[in-house]
């Protein structure tokens, strides 16, 4: 079985400082890997993902993200937090071996003090 | 632009109706997909189509029923037999097969809550 943990419900960091959020997951085979942020009442937008290669990711708005396989983790970084960069983010993992479903995590939220 | 359209945005239901959220896109996209989203609980999966007149229930099936008569649109009922339908709701795509390693997009949701 697979699944994915956000183990953090809140992430406070101040504008200008680095900021991490944080996924760990659990699959078969090999992960697909996926970063969403949500803004009050929208849809989740994708922000980046892994499939394979580079184990760090680059995406949207100048985020992040590093894959390590040996502590199963894919946390969410960013190296200079913006007071825009407040939301909800999501974690997502589907293993890449069988006809399995996307599984999306709690979800963290991440508010920048100015 | 391309992109996933649900309405209305904000819906009431009144005790033993079922009610209708619309979900279109536009992005030529071959799977859409359900998914409920509760405070705190994430996303969970109600059902999920890849081709016209063909679905499959996903985790929380019970009380909702879904039809895709038409590439582009994926409408989800839910109905008097869904208990607690208060949530925000979310329609997704993908370009291609269910659940691939592609992105899923996403609509803006309806909030849906009982009167």
């Known amino acids: 079985a697979q699944s994915v943990a956000q183990p953090e419900d809140q992430v406070n960091v101040a504008e200008g400082n680095p900021l991490t959020v944080k996924c760990t997951y659990s699959?078969?085979?090999?992960?697909?890997l996926f970063w969403y942020v949500q803004y009050p009442n929208r849809g989740l937008q994708f922000l980046l993902k892994?499939?394979?290669?580079?184990?760090l990711v680059k995406g949207s708005y100048g985020f992040e993200a590093e894959f390590n396989k040996s502590q199963t983790s894919f946390h969410l970084k960013k190296p200079s937090a913006l007071v825009s960069d407040s939301a909800l983010y999501f974690c997502a993992v589907r293993d890449s071996s069988s006809a399995s479903k996307i599984i999306f995590g709690s979800g963290t939220r991440l508010s920048i003090r100015p | 632009d391309g992109g996933i359209t649900q309405s209305p945005k904000y819906l009431f239901r009144k005790e033993g109706q079922n009610v209708t959220l619309s979900c279109e896109q536009n992005?030529?996209?071959?799977?859409m997909y359900w998914y409920r989203q509760d405070p705190g609980q994430g996303l969970r999966l109600i059902y999920y189509?890849?081709?016209?007149?063909?679905?499959q229930k996903g985790d929380i099936a019970e009380g909702y029923s879904v039809s895709r008569e038409k590439k582009e649109s994926f409408p989800l009922t839910v109905t008097s037999a869904q208990k607690n339908p208060t949530a925000f709701y979310l329609c997704?795509?993908?370009?291609?097969?269910?659940?691939?390693?592609?992105?899923?997009?996403f609509g803006d949701g309806t909030r849906l809550s009982i009167l």
């Open positions: 699959v078969s085979g090999n992960p697909y």
């Open positions: 892994y499939i394979t290669g580079d184990n």
């Open positions: 189509s890849q081709i016209v007149n063909d679905f």
């Open positions: 997704a795509s993908t370009p291609d097969r269910q659940f691939s390693n592609q992105p899923q997009h």
């Open positions: 992005l030529n996209h071959d799977a």
